[in-house]
Every structure is written in structure tokens, then in C-alpha cells.
T-cell receptor, first 113, second 111 residues
Framework: DTEVTQTPKHLVMGMTNKKSLKCEQH?????MYWYKQKAKKPPELMFV???????INESVPSRFSPECPNSSLLNLHLHALQPEDSALYLC????????????FGQGTRLTVV | LAKTTQPISMDSYEGQEVNITCSHN???????ITWYQQFPSQGPRFIIQ???TKVTNEVASLFIPADRKSSTLSLPRVSLSDTAVYYC????????????FGSGTRLSIRP
């Protein structure tokens, strides 16, 4: 199984809502990532978890809150988002060692209204 | 992390070989060169990775000169389905790897 599964595929939320994005992998990878991608732009790294601990936060606003409950799951909790946060949110996983590839999910298309 | 520079866009025709060059002048000793492909509304997909000289797999070849300040992704005999954005990345692997994407090359293949 070389899949990274993200749910939901699409999400529309109001600026006062609280929602969560979910990501799951069963490849035994111990590094997991969240990216944000706007149209016609490259993916922007948001967070990196290594061995279930947050190791990199790329100065992401606190309205985005990541969580890694176990080595297979990664969540992104969303609260009080702005319309400019609308984007494709991508999850990825890899082994935190040399010479390995990262596997990406299909993403969650988020629209904030 | 070394910054990468690659052409914004390229056009080619079916059946041709396409070479996309990436510049990474500040690459460090421990860095690997990695290429990803991305189709619209999908996550990026790993294509190939190398450290030096030449690497080949079933999809592409990666050529890296001795100074490692640039690299060339070669796609043999492209088809319409190779139309995508191709990203060149320089990755330093550690327990907390930063996989940072540059601006990418938008490749369009015509019949």
C-alpha cells in the first residue's frame, strides 16, 4: 500500500467554523507533512512531524493547528479561517532518512466563505 | 537550503525527448536532487532522485555534472499525458527533512 489518503476531498467552511482535515498512511513512514497550495503556485510547506513530534512549523498562523495522534495519522485543525486560506491542502509522508521519496495525498480542496 | 531555478514553461511535441534543466548553485554536500511531477488538482508524484552523475529509471533520467550546481531531467519520447508541472528540489535529509518546492516548470506537450 503506497497511498496517502486525505479526507475530505472537498470542504466548504464559514469563517467562524471549526473543521479538521485528516491524513492517513500505512507505509510505516515516520515523517509526515502538511502543505498549502494556491492555484498555479508550488506547494508551500506548513508543518513537519517526525516520529510523531512537531519538528518544523513554517511560521503558520495559529488558526491552523496540526496534530499527529499516532504514526499513521495526521490531522490539521482549522478555526476562524479567512477567505485567503482557501487552497488545496496536501499531506505527504516519507521515511526521515536519506534517499527516500515523499508520497503525497490527493489533497483537500478547501473553500472558506 | 539551496535555491533552485528552472524555466517557467516549456513546450514540446509527442515523441520528442524533453530536457528540463535546473540550477542549484548553493547545493551542499549532503543535499540530494529530486524531481516531482504534478498534474492539476493532484498531489506531486516523485519521479527521480540523484546525488551525482546519472540516474535512470523506467520514467526518466537525471544527469548531474561533477560540480552538482545544476541537473537535467530527461523525459524520453513524451506523450500528451506528460503535460504537467515538474519541480526540481534540493533536499537535505535529516530526522526532520524540509522538502521545499521551487516555482516549477510547466511542460505542455502537443500532438
Amino acid at each position: 500500500d503506497t497511498e496517502v489518503t486525505q479526507t475530505p476531498k472537498h470542504l466548504v467552511m464559514g469563517m467562524t467554523n471549526k473543521k479538521s482535515l485528516k491524513c492517513e498512511q500505512h507505509m510505516g513512514h515516520r515523517a509526515m507533512y502538511w502543505y498549502k497550495q494556491k492555484a498555479k503556485k508550488p506547494p508551500e510547506l506548513m508543518f513537519v512531524y517526525s516520529y510523531e513530534k512537531l519538528s518544523i512549523n513554517e511560521s503558520v498562523p495559529s488558526r491552523f493547528s496540526p496534530e499527529c495522534p499516532n504514526s499513521s495519522l495526521l490531522n490539521l485543525h482549522l478555526h476562524a479561517l479567512q477567505p485567503e486560506d482557501s487552497a488545496l491542502y496536501l499531506c505527504a509522508s516519507s521515511q526521515p532518512t536519506e534517499n527516500t521519496e515523499a508520497f503525497f495525498g490527493q489533497g483537500t480542496r478547501l473553500t472558506v466563505v | 537550503l539551496a535555491k533552485t531555478t528552472q524555466p517557467i514553461s516549456m513546450d514540446s511535441y509527442e515523441g520528442q525527448e524533453v530536457n528540463i534543466t535546473c540550477s542549484h548553485n548553493n547545493i551542499a554536500t549532503n543535499d540530494y536532487i529530486t524531481w516531482y511531477q504534478q498534474f492539476p488538482s493532484q498531489g506531486p508524484r516523485f519521479i527521480i532522485q540523484g546525488y551525482k552523475t546519472k540516474v535512470t529509471n523506467e520514467v526518466a533520467s537525471l544527469f548531474i555534472p561533477a560540480d552538482r550546481k545544476s541537473s537535467t531531467l530527461s523525459l524520453p519520447r513524451v506523450s500528451l499525458s506528460d503535460t504537467a508541472v515538474y519541480y526540481c528540489l534540493v533536499v537535505s535529509y535529516s530526522s526532520a527533512s524540509k522538502i521545499i518546492f521551487g516555482s516549477g516548470t510547466r511542460l505542455s506537450i502537443r500532438p
